[in-house]
């Protein structure tokens, strides 16, 4: 359904802590998505996953490459038709209170993008009503206890569903959740992952999941893929179960080593990986592996070469490393959230 094709995004010089050199936030990232399936981005802060996020959903412009829905290319597309290609995408934002108006009653947030679709449609101010509880019901939301009330009115969880229930006034086929479990309360979280999972079984939507959480990314989609950007670029590429149980990137073993384990309930895994130093974004970036600097297994090859992603176990898997090697970072159970 879409197909993220060699986007690179740069961004102007503008001074600061990097300088006066432009800022390459994506660098060549491909990969596809489905009818139905989900994707999990992840990598660490400034690592330009949500840059990605808001090209998809047409709140940012890319400098090269292209992004292809339904078989058209969105470079062929004039800028003024490209509206009906980006509604079938909704964002649900990090801040679900920002997200909000805070002198709007919610009955009204919910209800504008529902009485675009009336017009269309011909229906009257009773089907917009009619249609506001039925999406408040989805998420798991009572409207005799929502429409009315503004948004400090609601606890952080309560704000996050009711979001979700906007971004699907205008049945789409994609969400993107951008960190959309970060700023929850923990004891809330596993809802709104459950939330999700069940709207992509029940309304066969797609779902791009970004986050730094490899354990929320697993729960959304164990049956998905997960696509691991280190500074820009596709470091790891596959199969949820298979990325997880198995990460062959020194990056994506760090980010695995990175989960906490309660001992006693779980063993951590015999390879378990620190990198060598901070993520540095002024780090030269010319040839050479991005993460040379940090991977204890960098020789002088990933100081000159720089690593294609090249694929593995026929095609399903993909990795961008020249000293590829399996390790068992952290035993996670086959379904769920690890305790």
């Not at 197909?3 to 990232?29: I, M, N, S």
């Not at 479990?181 to 999941?209: N, T």
Request: net charge neutral.
């Amino acid at each position: 359904m879409i197909e993220v094709k060699g986007v690179t995004k740069v961004y102007a010089a503008t001074g600061g802590l990097l300088g006066q050199k432009p800022v390459q936030a994506l660098r060549g990232v491909s990969w596809q998505l489905g009818d139905g399936q989900a994707l999990s981005l992840i990598g660490e802060s400034g690592c330009g996953k949500t840059t990605l996020g808001r090209i998809i959903a047409g709140l940012e412009t890319y400098t090269k490459g292209d992004v292809v829905f339904d078989g058209v290319a969105l470079s062929t597309v004039a800028a003024a038709d490209r509206r009906r290609f980006f509604r079938q995408v909704q964002l649900i934002q990090q801040d679900p209170y920002g997200a909000l108006n805070p002198a709007r009653p919610l009955g009204e947030a919910l209800a504008d993008p529902l009485r675009l679709t009336a017009k269309a449609l011909g229906k009257d101010a009773s089907w917009i009503r009619a249609r506001s509880e039925e999406l408040l019901h989805l998420v798991g939301l009572d409207p005799r206890n929502t429409l009315y009330k503004y948004p400090h009115n609601l606890s952080g969880g309560q704000r996050q569903r009711f979001v979700i229930a906007r971004a699907l006034t205008v049945e789409p086929k994609i969400l993107v959740a951008d960190e959309a479990v970060s700023m929850i309360d923990v004891s809330l979280r596993l809802g709104i992952l459950s939330l999700l999972s069940d709207l992509r079984s029940r309304l066969s939507i797609s779902i791009i999941f970004i986050t730094h959480d490899v354990a929320a990314a697993r729960y959304v989609a164990p049956d998905g893929h997960v696509c691991v950007i280190y500074r820009g670029e596709v470091v790891e590429y596959g199969p949820t179960d298979a990325v997880i149980a198995a990460p062959v990137h020194p990056y994506t073993q760090a980010l695995l080593s990175a989960m906490p384990v309660l001992r006693g309930l779980e063993d951590a895994g015999p390879d378990r990986y620190i990198p060598q130093q901070d993520l540095d974004l002024r780090a030269d970036d010319e040839g050479g592996c991005l993460f040379r600097a940090r991977c204890r297994f960098a020789t002088e090859r990933c100081a000159v070469e720089h690593p294609p992603l090249v694929a593995i176990e026929g095609g399903s898997r993909q990795h961008a490393c020249f000293y590829p090697e399996p390790r068992r970072v952290v035993a996670v159970p086959v379904q769920g959230i690890p305790s």
